[in-house]
């Protein structure tokens, strides 16, 4: 099993940042890629960016290509995801999850191991 727990939002005006965290504990968090979705108020959960367990690999989607970053510190089993110049439309809650699987932590393939309960971003206008 593996617990994910996700902190850093809030709310921002529109053209500013905010850095989420995910904070992983049970399993060996360097054996999972790790990955960040999003989901809007009346709209499906989509994915955000996800990257490979060595650190090495990233990949986004392209709403959000150019303007957030994901990283991770395996020392710290934690992952993050910088956003900027966010936009109105950034606005949902974000969830963290972990797979091992590459092709499912970025949603090419259904079926996602694990998620956290999603932390709230609001942009205003």
């Known amino acids: 099993q593996v617990q994910l727990v996700e902190s850093g939002g809030g709310l921002v005006q529109a053209g500013g940042s905010l850095r989420l965290s995910c904070a992983a504990s049970g399993r060996t968090f360097s054996g999972y890629h790790m990955g960040w979705w999003r989901q809007a108020p009346g709209k499906e959960r989509e994915f955000v960016a996800a990257?490979?367990?060595?650190?090495?690999?990233?990949y986004y989607a392209d709403s959000v290509k150019g303007r957030f970053t994901i990283s991770r510190d395996n020392d710290k089993n934690t992952v993050y995801l910088q956003m900027n110049s966010l936009k109105p439309e950034d606005t949902a809650v974000y969830y963290c999850?972990?797979?091992?699987?590459?092709?499912?932590?970025?949603?090419?393939?259904?079926?996602?191991?694990?998620w956290g309960k999603g932390t709230l971003v609001t942009v205003s206008s």
């Open positions: 990257i490979h367990w060595s650190g090495g690999y990233t």
């Open positions: 999850t972990a797979d091992p699987n590459w092709a499912v932590v970025r949603g090419i393939r259904d079926g996602v191991d694990y």
